[in-house]
């Protein structure tokens, strides 16, 4: 999402006419063009326009129309009908047949979808059915949907917290026939062990409002609160946590829950999912603002549930989530009993020294640029900060990664010996920038969660 252009082939089919926005040849040197994230464009019934998403009328993205005769002006597109709540962002938006149209929203990481009728004259979208969002099809991600136009159906697939994708049809002329097509479960576990997770929403230390899930050992196990504590970053850092079995951080979440671990994951500023402001507060200000929602947890949010020990933490991210967790685990190292890095950038400099050429102008851009910025880039490097470290640390590592390459990892594992710290190190010789092939992520999984037990819980 970001700036955006729109044109339309001429009916001879050779020539672009410029319908909306400033293309960037008509720029001057450094001007600054608002953002309008205009995209899931659909023709409207009569082809006299467009109706589209877009960031100019909310932030946290809606429906707008264009017409042809007018393109200039683009109108709002009021929503009605909504039934969620939480906070997130419109998803998609996508023409069925007629003026109906399939409306989606991410609210707090979960999917919401609704049936919607446009009615032009009024500019006002009315939803009027929901697909997803309640009852069986609830607190979970729609991962692919496909609109049967003939059939007037839907196939989608859905996953949740606690199981992988399965696929599902709706239909009906209410929508209220839906059939469940496959039967996907995690072998030889009771489905009542895992955890669901809940909302653990908090006000940081601004009072932006943070949104987080809370995963609990399930009930059905034997462990007593207060519970030992991991707490989650994901990468990104312009991504988002969702409640999704098939993405890499879900069956590690259960797994530790598995064996008696709370496990908090929050989506701070600069996540995807909460609005384009929410998603650009991490712009040039990696370990500053995003830093402090993390502290604010852990110090004001979280010692408010009994349920957690907040004294027997430990931290753990990946790639950007990862130089958070170095982070967090060298400027506050009072807080953390234990940390695991997995491939995140130790020192600014050389992360982005070492990154592809292609990739350079823009980390440029929104971490830092090493000679304009160095003084800056030295207060926000990981680097700086841990010979504080304070906690024993396992740094997980893939020996292909492009992006954060397997010497800085390497060097952290030296420097920080060298400095008399507990260092572990693993690396997977045949993995890149993630754990992607199965036995590896056996063998990190079992890492982690080991790591965890002999730090969180056999010392305290």
Known sequence: VGDHV??????????????????????????????????????TADDGGLIFMTALFEDTLGPACLRFDAPSEIQLVAVSGVLHEGEGE??????????????????DGATWSYEAVFDEPAMELRLDRVLTGQDELRDGVVQAHHYEKEADGYALSFSSATLPAQIYTIDGAERDKMQLHTSERILGIPQDWF??????????????????????????????????????????????????????????????????????????????????KYTKQVDRDWGGLDRLDHVHAMTVALPADKRVDVSRAGVVGRSYGGYMTLMLAGQHPELWRAAVDMFGPYDLFTFMDRLPETWKPYFRIAVGDPEKDKDFLIERSPKTYLHQLASPMLVIQGANDPRVVERESHDLVEELRGQGKQMDYLMFENEGHDVLKFENRVRCYNAIAEFFHQHLVVEG
């Open 6 to 43: 729109l044109y339309r082939w001429t009916e001879s089919g050779e020539e672009l006419e410029l319908l909306y926005g400033k293309p960037l040849e008509d720029r001057k040197e450094g001007e600054q063009v608002p953002l309008n994230a205009i995209y899931a464009c659909e023709f």
């Open 195 to 276: 955890s669901t997770g809940e909302d653990a929403a908090y006000d940081s230390h601004d009072g932006l409002r943070i949104s987080a899930r809370l995963y609990l050992p399930s009930s059905a196990l034997a462990y007593e609160p207060p519970y030992p504590l991991v707490y989650y970053i994901h990468g990104g850092p312009q991504s988002q946590e969702k409640p999704d079995f098939t993405w890499f951080s879900m069956p590690l979440i259960q797994y530790l829950t598995l064996q008696g671990f709370a496990v908090f994951v929050p989506n701070v500023r600069g996540s995807t999912g909460y609005g384009l």
């Open 90 to 107: 419109m998803e998609y938006l996508e023409h069925l047949q007629g003026q109906r149209y399939l409306v989606g929203y991410n609210i």
